[in-house]
Every structure is written in structure tokens, then in C-alpha cells.
């Protein structure tokens, strides 16, 4: 039984993560929410998270919370894991990261912390179904220069960076295939595409979990490749799949959902 301590646990993909981790299984030993939030001191069955008696703790509070904690799983702001994750490599602890919204450098340097110390894995998307997509676009070097690319993403009202951390992954293994070197962030006016350009519109609205398309337009015909996710749920999946394979992961490193997959 692995034992999961999840960061943003009062959150819509955190306590998401805790529902399908007991489902699945494992055991969760520790829940962390930010300094502010009025769930610290509860317990997850008051907050109808789930029917554990588990008390919800504070960012200081959290080598107590990882303590018992086999894998440390966070869905949460780059601020919290800037300061968490260091603390938690620090404690030998295997780490799943799903959150987005980084400076490069930012990403950089917590990759670089990390990957000396524990095994991890960092995605901007734990979907498994959007990470076979991903494997799929790096056939597109086959394609004739003609054929111009453009990705569209669509997310619930709440999601802060844009485009999502997702569509950026995309949008640099496009890049790096097809020679662009420059974003559009969607055109108004007279706008004309430039050959060096991709364009990434981003859209928010509602409830959307997660909609990604990329669109590969030719002079004579079009290929869409589109990901949807029906609920938090399959990033949930992807995440405890990931907790699971760094279970049996010795050496320090920080690895890809790519890697996790080919041995699932």
C-alpha cells in the first residue's frame, strides 16, 4: 500500500487525487492546505472530502504531514512549491508534481533541486490519454512545410495561467520540430499569419476540466487532433499511476509522464 500525503488537498484536483487514491487503494497519511484557507484544523470527513478522521494541515506544519508519507503528491501554486518541494526532497521523499504557471526559470531550478536528491515525477498533464497525444505530435516532422499548426485549449473559469501549461508543452514540442519562433496569442485586425509563427488561443469558461486541440491545416485538407477531459478525475489517474511507478524508482532524477507510461 503506498502511502500519499497531497498538497492543495482542499482543492478541486487535490481532493480529487484523495477520493481516487482510496479508491485505488493507497492510503493517505497527510493533507496540506494554504496558511489561509479556514479547512486547517478539519478533518477531511468534516469537509466531505472523504471519510477519513485525517486533519487538514498549514504549509508549516508540513514535515509533520509528509513525515509518515511514502510520496508526496501536489497540485498547488508555484509560490507553495517553490517552498515546499525543497523541504520535501530535503526529507528523501518521492515527489508527483502537477502544477502549472512557472517561470522557466522558476521550473528550472526547482527540477535542478530536485532531481539531485529524490526520484520524481514533474507533468504539466498526468492524463494518459493526453500524454499518448503528445507522443503522437512528434510524427509531425513527416509533414510537408506547408501544413501550418495552431492549438486551441479551453479550461473552467478559475484556471489562472494561460495558455496552460499543457498547451505550452505542445506548443515547444511543435516549435522544436517546425522551425517556429514565434506565439500568437490569438489576431484581431488586419492579422495576416507569418511563416515563422504558431498560434496558441486560449479559452476560459464554466466548468471546462481540460479541452486541447491542435489543428494541421494543409492547402487542400486538415487534421485535428483533439484531447478532452470529462473530469479531474483521469489527471487524478495519471498522478497515482506516476506515485506508483516512482515506488520503484532508486535513482534521483526528475522523470516525464513519457517514461512512466512505457512501463505501465
Request: hydrophobic letters at 40%; charged letters at 25%.
Amino acid at each position: 500500500m503506498v502511502k500519499i500525503c497531497v498538497a492543495g488537498a482542499t482543492g478541486k484536483m487535490g481532493s480529487t487525487v484523495i477520493q481516487e487514491a482510496i479508491k485505488r487503494g493507497f492510503k493517505v497519511v497527510g493533507a496540506l492546505a494554504a496558511s489561509d484557507e479556514p479547512s486547517i484544523g478539519r478533518t477531511l470527513s468534516e469537509l466531505g472530502i472523504c471519510n477519513l478522521n485525517l486533519k487538514v494541515q498549514s504549509p508549516a506544519e508540513l514535515e509533520a504531514a509528509v513525515k509518515n508519507a511514502d510520496v508526496y503528491v501536489s497540485f498547488t501554486t508555484p509560490k507553495a512549491e517553490m517552498a515546499n518541494i525543497p523541504m520535501v526532497a530535503d526529507m528523501g521523499k518521492r515527489i508527483v508534481m502537477g502544477t502549472t504557471g512557472f517561470t522557466e526559470e522558476e521550473y528550472e531550478r526547482l527540477k535542478e533541486y530536485t532531481a539531485k536528491r529524490v526520484p520524481a515525477v514533474f507533468a504539466p498533464n498526468f492524463s494518459i490519454g493526453m500524454n499518448y497525444v503528445l507522443k503522437i505530435l512528434k510524427t509531425i516532422k513527416m509533414l510537408p512545410k506547408e501544413y501550418d499548426i495552431s492549438i486551441f485549449e479551453a479550461h473552467h473559469f478559475e484556471k489562472k495561467d494561460a495558455p496552460s501549461g499543457t498547451a505550452r508543452s505542445i506548443a515547444k514540442i511543435i516549435s522544436d520540430i517546425r522551425g517556429y519562433d514565434q506565439i500568437v496569442h490569438g489576431r484581431e485586425g488586419i492579422s495576416p499569419r507569418k511563416p515563422r509563427e504558431l498560434e496558441v488561443v486560449s479559452v476560459r469558461g464554466g466548468g471546462i476540466p481540460g479541452i486541447h486541440r491542435i489543428i494541421i491545416a494543409g492547402p487542400y485538407d486538415m487534421i485535428t487532433i483533439e484531447h478532452t477531459a470529462f473530469s479531474r478525475n483521469v489527471f487524478a489517474q495519471g498522478a497515482l499511476y506516476a506515485a506508483q511507478w516512482l515506488m520503484k524508482q532508486t535513482r534521483p532524477g526528475v522523470y516525464s509522464m513519457e517514461e512512466v507510461l512505457e512501463q505501465v
